[in-house]
């Protein structure tokens, strides 16, 4: 799985470099084959894409969904995949209702004809860094970051039960300049702030587990350009970094 994460990754990272790239603009294509990687691959790093295309859905088991909440998904169907569509449909709009298109084929696989329903579709999305509503529900261990929130140390997925695996799942509430933070699993979370969110010239709150914090802070502009050039991502803004253990 390192591997393929590395192929992909190393693709990205090749057109980063030699091509101005809109970074909210960016689309996950998947041919024959490879869904249930990309719906995994898609689940680790969501911030990273728009929205998912799937040109030959399959039925997939075994996959968390959770990390993939607010992700626009389009699907081709054919009569050969037509079962595959509606199963997966249900999974992924059990997480986030209305989240998936169907567009059905008017020609053989790898659907050319279905090119301007595509773009039409891509037209309307748009990657957004400060989702109010964030969940994380890691498939692999190493990869638990998703938007403005990143989980810590958690229950190793192997040797946990369904129950027991870490999750998290956080809703910004601007105007009560307050943050709901529901973790189960997991030590410690890190929260990645700016005004889109709360407004940091007034305190905030962050309630865990029913557990309220209060809090005001600097903004951190230094920090936030420092962020931001790490990850390359220049909607990556946030002047703020919380912190905190899991009561």
């Not at 691959?41 to 075994?62: E, H, K, N, Q, W």
């Not at 626009?72 to 997966?88: H, Y």
């Not at 799942?169 to 943050?179: C, H, M, S």
């Not at 709150?205 to 809090?215: L, S």
Request: proline share 4%; charged share 30%; with cysteine.
């Amino acid at each position: 799985e390192n591997r393929r994460i590395e192929v992909v990754f190393r693709t990205f990272g090749s057109s980063m470099s030699a091509v101005n790239i809109d970074r909210s603009r960016v689309f996950l294509d998947c041919a024959r084959g490879n869904c249930g990687f990309a719906l995994r691959f898609a689940s680790m790093f969501p911030d990273r894409f728009a929205g998912i295309v799937l040109r030959y859905p399959t039925d997939v088991d075994g996959i968390r969904f959770g990390s993939l909440s607010g992700m626009p998904v389009l699907m081709i169907k054919t009569d050969a995949t037509a079962n595959a569509v509606e199963a997966l449909k249900a999974k992924l709009e059990a997480i986030t209702p209305n989240s998936v298109t169907v567009v059905d084929a008017t020609d053989e696989y790898p659907h050319k004809g279905a090119g301007a329903d595509i773009s039409a579709w891509m037209g309307k999305q748009r990657r957004s860094m400060v989702p109010a509503h964030v969940v994380i529900e890691p498939n692999h261990d190493r990869f638990k970051k998703a938007y403005w929130v990143a989980m810590g140390p958690m229950n190793p997925l192997h040797t946990s039960s369904e129950a027991d695996k870490g999750r998290i799942e956080v809703d910004a509430d601007r105007a009560n300049n307050r943050i709901v933070v529901k973790a189960r699993g997991v030590e410690s979370f890190t929260l990645f702030l700016n005004d889109d969110l709360v407004d940091l010239d007034k305190e905030f709150t962050v309630v865990v587990n029913d557990k309220a914090i209060t809090e005001k802070r600097t903004r951190d502009l230094r920090g936030l350009e420092k962020r931001m050039a790490e990850r390359r991502d220049w909607d990556f803004l946030f002047p703020v970094v919380f912190a905190c253990a899991v009561p």
